[in-house]
């Protein structure tokens, strides 16, 4: 076996790893209770930590704001309106 029979298989699985990672973003948006009323929000949890301590939860994260903004709507957690991080 050569070198390069070694080194191919391996440049094959990164570049399907990078493929992979660039197709599928990160969970951007979340749908969160903060100070009692639901939210849609794009912040990571530092930056929602940062900006809310302890008076905010996080309900659930998704690639997509519309992926968001659907589940919020369909499960009656609109923006604006009441909720519990309990």
């Known amino acids: 076996m050569t070198f390069a029979s070694h ?6 699985a990164a570049a399907a ?3 992979l990672l660039a197709v ?6 979340a749908v969160i209770c903060k100070s ?5 929000d ?4 530092a930056q929602l ?3 809310f301590g302890t008076s ?3 309900i659930r994260r998704f690639s997509y704001r519309s992926d968001a903004e659907n589940f919020s709507r369909n499960n009656n957690m609109r923006p604006g309106t009441a909720c519990s991080c309990r």
């Open 56 to 58: 905010y939860c996080t």
């Open 36 to 40: 009692g009323r639901y939210d849609v």
């Open 42 to 45: 794009s912040r990571d949890e």
């Open 49 to 51: 930590r940062i900006a």
């Open 7 to 12: 080194v191919r298989p391996a440049a094959l």
């Open 24 to 29: 599928s973003p990160a969970s951007a948006y």
């Open 17 to 19: 790893l990078f493929t």
